[in-house]
């Protein structure tokens, strides 16, 4: 007999090497599942990722005022901002030469409206200057100095040059200093006025009312979500009916009845009086404050605790209750050392789901809250929808992402998001 060694590779049914044959095939199936998952993919990335790129470049994003102004940010870049005094005449020809084309263009109260969130009243100025300036010959009918006082006096304040050089460049801090209370100043960033801090406040208050509305969650849908556990299929099915109730529901049906039953004549109050436990000229105040948004939201967003509590509490063995009672151990010892430590997923993953949901509502305060049950949420769509001003909304919105995600990472970190269950 003779022995016979292979030297050469290893060849597939059609000819081709088994390591090529292999990778190839690997190689479709990767394709394969990715076309698969395309759709979503893509929809992930046209509803969420760009969306947030965008809040995210709008939070720095200062074009306007460059790319309208160019000659007269040139001009500035000479002038000493804490001189006191207002520039020279040749900024303010660069400034009608650059005002005379942006009105024609019908652009000039952009300009004027984006310096505006920064020092009120430079909008008028230049929805002023724009329809005297197209008529002007720029070569012609200077020096401009005085005609740009005579229309608006403003123009002769320093504070008003301070803030077109302040604001010149393609990018800028600006909006998230103004978003923790603080401006550019001639030393680089300050504070604001005492009477214009607002925005801490409302952080803090968003932080605090969104924890009291998740603990009062807990509270509620705990004992709510072990019945169900616990009790025959049939009947835990009719009850989560009744869970899944509000669902069915318009939201903002739901806190227009809110709305109607907090009212000091409202359903509560007059229950109250009729009861004796509140005296008819001491009713409870509980609209247009934090009492009423807690309660309010902590209805609407019960139902989001209870169901990951619930679909946990249905994979705990009943038998593990049972073999601690034979030990030794009470009802209650019972309860507290062995069920709730396996119901603490459900509770995580309610408590993460509720939390970031209350943060980021505002209809329901803008509706019941008034002026001190109010969020930071209500305050960026104030500046979205009415004040238009996005920039200061991207970097409000940007602020509350970074918190969310801060808190994510502490909550990982000392819980375990490992821990964290959905059933």
């Not at 920064?118 to 200057?129: D, Q, T």
């Not at 304040?157 to 603080?182: C, H, Q």
């Not at 009423?292 to 209805?299: S, V």
Request: proline letters at 5%; one cysteine or more.
């Amino acid at each position: 007999m003779s022995d016979t060694t292979q030297t050469g590779p290893v060849l597939a049914a059609d000819g081709t090497p088994l390591k090529r044959s292999l990778a190839r095939a690997l190689r479709m199936q990767k394709i394969r599942a990715l076309m698969l998952i395309a759709p979503l993919l893509l929809f992930v990335l046209l509803t969420f990722i760009l969306p947030i790129a965008d809040m995210l470049f709008r939070s720095v994003e200062n074009s306007i005022v460059p790319d309208n102004l160019p000659r007269t940010v040139v001009a500035l870049q000479d002038w000493d901002a804490n001189s006191g005094e207002i520039p020279d005449e040749a900024v303010f020809t660069a400034l009608a030469a650059d005002l005379k084309i942006a009105a024609e263009a019908k652009i000039h109260t952009r300009i004027g409206s984006r310096l505006n969130y920064e020092k009120p009243g430079i909008s008028s100025l230049f929805r002023k200057a724009g329809r005297r300036v197209k008529k002007w010959d720029i070569e012609a009918d200077g020096p401009f100095t005085e005609q740009f006082i005579k229309i608006g006096k403003g123009w002769g304040d320093p504070e008003v040059w301070r803030t077109i050089k302040t604001y010149s460049g393609t990018y800028t801090n600006g909006y998230f200093l103004n978003a923790a209370d603080m401006q550019k100043g001639p030393d680089g960033a300050e504070w604001r006025p005492e009477n214009e801090q607002i925005y801490f406040t409302l952080f803090k208050r968003t932080m605090f009312m969104s924890l009291v509305i998740t603990v009062s969650c807990i509270v509620l849908a705990y004992p709510v979500a072990w019945i169900l556990a616990n009790l025959p299929a049939r009947t835990a099915n009719l009850l989560m009916i009744l869970v899944l109730l509000p669902f069915w529901t318009s939201l903002l049906v739901r806190t227009s009845a809110w709305k109607v039953m907090l009212q000091q004549q409202g359903v509560i109050n007059e229950v109250l009086v009729w009861l004796g436990l509140v005296a008819d000229d001491s009713r409870l105040q509980l609209i247009n404050n934090q009492t009423g948004t807690i309660i309010a939201m902590t209805h609407i967003l019960l139902p989001f605790m209870i169901l990951p509590m619930y679909s946990v509490m249905q994979t705990i063995n009943p038998t593990y209750l049972r073999a601690a009672k034979s030990l030794g151990a009470t009802n209650w010892t019972a309860f507290w050392w062995v069920y709730i430590p396996q119901s603490v997923p459900g509770i995580g993953a309610g408590s993460i789901l509720v939390f970031i949901l209350s943060i980021g509502y505002y209809i329901t305060p803008e509706l019941v809250g008034g002026t001190k049950g109010v969020f930071i949420s209500n305050r960026i769509a104030f500046h979205i929808s009415t004040s238009l001003n996005w920039g200061l909304a991207a970097a409000l919105g940007t602020i509350l992402l970074a918190v969310v995600l801060l808190l994510y990472w502490a909550y990982d970190k000392i819980v375990g998001i490992d821990n964290v269950k959905l059933g």
